[in-house]
């Protein structure tokens, strides 16, 4: 199993930025794929969750701090997720990453500053 992300950098607040996930080695489809993020110093923090509830449809979750924000989604002929974030906030800054059973990526680092 390997994730790959990308798509990090650095946006204004009250901007926008599309992370991507590229997976590997599994059935991307018949997994839950997740988005986490971290800032140095603190615990890792759930953004988002995938759930697939059939072979082409899935079910999102949001932690509370990004609800109305941001978008999960994917594709699997790509065995891609993405993380749509609008609405950037200085606070969404940290280092995001893709799990999937228990598989982590490297991290795409999210840096939003006037």
């Known amino acids: 199993v390997q994730l790959v992300e990308s798509g990090g950098g650095l946006v204004q607040p009250g901007g926008s930025l599309r992370l991507s996930c590229a997976a590997s080695?599994?059935?991307?489809?018949?997994?839950?794929m997740k988005w986490y993020r971290q800032v140095p110093g603190k615990e890792r923090e759930w953004v988002a969750t995938?759930?697939?509830?059939?072979?082409?449809?899935?079910?999102?979750d949001y932690a509370d701090s990004v609800k109305g924000r941001f978008a999960i989604s994917a594709d699997n002929a790509k065995n891609t997720v993405w993380l749509q974030m609008n609405s950037l906030k200085p606070e969404d800054t940290a280092v995001y990453y893709c799990?999937?059973?228990?598989?982590w990526g490297q991290g795409t680092r999210v840096t939003v500053s006037s």
């Open positions: 799990t999937s059973r228990s598989a």
């Open positions: 995938l759930t697939p509830t059939s072979s082409t449809t899935y079910y999102a």
């Open positions: 080695g599994f059935t991307f489809s018949s997994n839950n």
